[in-house]
């Protein structure tokens, strides 16, 4: 009988193991949950991921988000899709979250976002709305909540305070945390959005903050700050590729002891483009993608064969 339950236990990686290991100061509940989210899938084990975010419904309306494929106005597209493809987790705002918890209770870990922001208003600072609760989370079955921040936003001390109460309450339940560490603001170009200084500072933000998982926006070779700037010339900070940018944000989240995946941002028309993306973060040391539109705005073959290929760059299957 021994014998036979030494057999069917699941071992964990080395890799995985070790990831583990970067976080000895949270409980074996959350130790448990970010455990799910490594070992689901088609990267199990690799100590890589890829997420399937469907947020976009309540950050950029319907219409934008799924009428390039009608099929992602129902809820259920979305996670089936997550699913059917091997992704690690599905994340996703309360009401899509509870609209197909229950139909699929156990097939793959959930991610609650219990922050939103909707664009019918122009705001050059903008502030998300809590919208859900860890309560929620645990209501629905879900491993993990996440939360966005936006470094540089005018009110970014209150979305720093809630993201740290949250982190609080979400350890204490045995729940792990992302934060998609965005910066916005005012003072902020479309440009600077995504320069390499302000990219690596959000993510440093992000993990001081108590994140186990990290959501950046892939970075430019523009360096925003014009302090920061004196500093990557001094010491020559290689930024000419986006696989050493990937590099450096990776590094700047505790030298690589924080999971730091990169948004996949809006839909490309080459699927080429997405695959150099990728390969980029694997060559930087990046731990995956987040990657939303480019997948669900396709039809669902398309989509699942453009995230299999992802998935296959980052396990090394294909240069």
Not at 101 to 120: Q, R, T
Request: charged share 25%; net charge neutral.
């Amino acid at each position: 009988m021994l014998s036979q339950l030494k057999e069917t236990r699941t071992t964990q990686t080395d890799r995985v193991k070790e990831i583990l290991s970067w976080y000895r100061s949270d409980n074996p509940g959350t130790l448990t949950n970010l455990a799910r989210i490594l070992n689901h899938g088609y990267l199990a084990g690799t100590g890589k991921m890829v997420i399937l975010p469907v947020d976009q419904g309540f950050e950029h309306g319907p219409g934008r988000s799924f009428a390039p494929n009608p099929a992602g106005y129902d809820p259920r597209y979305h996670i089936e899709l997550a699913i059917e493809s091997g992704c690690n987790a599905y994340a996703a705002p309360l009401g899509f979250i509870e609209a197909v918890a229950a139909d699929y209770a156990g097939e793959i870990p959930l991610v609650l976002k219990v922050n939103s922001h909707d664009v019918l208003q122009k705001e050059k600072d903008p502030l998300g709305a809590l919208t859900a609760s860890v309560e929620d989370a645990l209501r629905l079955g879900c491993v993990a909540v996440g939360y966005t921040i936006y470094p540089g936003t005018r009110d970014r001390r209150l979305l720093y305070e809630q993201a740290r109460q949250l982190t609080l309450e979400a350890k204490k339940a045995g729940l792990a945390v992302i934060l998609w560490a965005y910066a916005r603001g005012s003072d902020l170009s479309s440009t600077d959005e995504t320069a390499l200084d302000v990219i690596a500072y959000s993510a440093q933000i992000a993990a001081q903050l108590g994140a186990h998982i990290i959501k950046v926006k892939l970075p430019n070779e523009t360096v925003a700050l014009e302090a920061a700037r004196k500093v990557y010339e001094q010491y020559q900070i290689p930024r000419a590729t986006l696989t050493d940018r990937v590099k450096h944000v990776v590094e700047s989240a505790f030298a690589g002891r924080r999971i730091v995946i990169f948004s996949g941002g809006a839909k490309k028309d080459s699927n080429e483009a997405v695959y150099d993306e990728i390969r980029a973060i694997r060559d930087g040391g990046g731990f995956g993608s987040i990657m939303g539109r480019n997948a669900f705005q396709r039809e669902k073959s398309e989509a699942i064969e453009l995230l299999t290929t992802v998935m296959k760059i980052l396990k090394g299957e294909i240069e």
